[in-house]
Nanobody, 126 residues
Framework: VQLQASGGGLVQPGGSLRLSCAVS????????IGWFRQAPGKEREGVSC???????TYTDSVKGRFFISRDNVKNAVYLHLGGLTPEDTAVYYC?????????????????????WGQGTLVTVSS
């Protein structure tokens, strides 16, 4: 199983980015996908997730600014970041959790996910 996160970069406050997570080695439709981020000196935190039935969850600080989507044909998940602030600066990671037919996703704990990508750095600065 491989997860390849990409799309990070340097963006000015108020700007936008689209992060991609290309997944191989598993059937994406059987999995929940989560996006997490880790800022310097801080613990990794959940940002958003999407279930196998496309139910979504967002942490409060990104609601209305970030949008998660998935493409099971391309085996990819996307995180659209908008209205970026310096507080969004972090390494962003995608992760998968096998759910089978269960409609679940969560961002409360990194331990709920067992496959992780290498991360992509988002820097918000003027």
């Amino acid at each position: 199983v491989q997860l390849q996160a990409s799309g990070g970069g340097l963006v000015q406050p108020g700007g936008s980015l689209r992060l991609s997570c290309a997944v191989s080695g598993l059937t994406l439709g059987d999995h929940a996908i989560g996006w997490f981020r880790q800022a310097p000196g801080k613990e990794r935190e959940g940002v958003s997730c999407i279930s196998s039935s496309d139910d979504t969850t967002y942490t409060d600080s990104v609601k209305g600014r970030f949008f998660i989507s998935r493409d099971n044909v391309k085996n990819a998940v996307y995180l659209h970041l908008g209205g970026l602030t310096p507080e969004d600066t972090a390494v962003y990671y995608c992760a998968t959790a096998y759910t089978g037919a269960r409609n679940w996703c969560g961002i409360a704990s990194i331990h709920e996910y067992d496959q992780w990508g290498q991360g992509t750095l988002v820097t918000v600065s003027s």
